[in-house]
T-cell receptor
């Protein structure tokens, strides 16, 4: 059981470039989440998917898009990267929707936008 | 929407002493309150959680208390050890529908002095 995996681990982009962060879980969880973590600001929810085929906005969705490819995979896309998107990105999954049970986090992706 | 405030932002305690971290929430419909621990460079992991029908929950050296009337909950760590040094996040979720979201506090950096 790998749990939640994310690729890549590190990425450097120039302003205006695009990229997709990949996330996969092998726990047969229904819900998946994307967070960003900035110093002093905790974990902020970008987008989430309560179940396969559904996605919804979190607290800070601007500048991002997501795709729930299947039950296992949930990707996050930055169409035109900006320096304000420099952050550590965590994917997470949980068995239940609504954030009411344990969330299992991936190892994170450290993104720098120059 | 829900707002979660966490205090203090940093905390330093002598090894063997107790540590207390406090959080307040704004949404009276919140009914699930997890605590996550994040060691340096690692992913957040759940350490304990409490639901609104319970006032206190213990797991060895850690405990969480909930005061629904005052809308605050606290993490208590007794007999602190060096491995307790980490950032701790509280969170709150109403969870009454699949569209419910979990909101995290901004984190407390706990340092244990030898």
């Amino acid at each position: 059981n790998a749990g939640v995996t994310q690729t890549p681990k590190f990425q450097v982009l120039k302003t205006g470039q695009s990229m997709t962060l990949q996330c996969a879980q092998d726990m047969n969880h229904n819900s998946m989440y994307w967070y960003r973590q900035d110093p002093g600001m905790g974990l902020r929810l970008i987008y989430y998917s309560a179940s396969e085929g559904t996605t919804d906005k979190g607290e800070v969705p601007n500048g991002y898009n997501v795709s729930r490819l299947n039950k296992r995979e949930f990707s996050l896309r930055l169409e035109s990267a900006a320096p304000s998107q420099t952050s550590v990105y965590f994917c997470a999954s949980s068995r239940l929707a609504g954030g009411t049970d344990t969330q299992y986090f991936g190892p994170g992706t450290r993104l720098t936008v120059l | 929407g829900e707002n979660v405030e966490q205090h203090p932002s940093t905390l330093s305690v002598q090894e063997g002493d107790s540590a207390v971290i406090k959080c307040t929430y704004s949404d009276s419909a919140s009914n699930y309150f997890p605590w996550y621990k994040q060691e340096l460079g690692k992913r957040p992991q759940l350490i304990i959680d409490i639901r609104s029908n319970v006032g206190e929950k213990k797991d060895q050296r850690i405990a969480v208390t909930l005061n629904k009337t005052a809308k605050h909950f606290s993490l208590h760590i007794t007999e602190t050890q060096p491995e307790d040094s980490a950032v701790y996040f509280c969170a709150a979720s109403s969870g009454y529908s699949s569209a419910s979201k979990i909101i995290f506090g901004s984190g407390t950096r706990l340092s244990i002095r030898p």
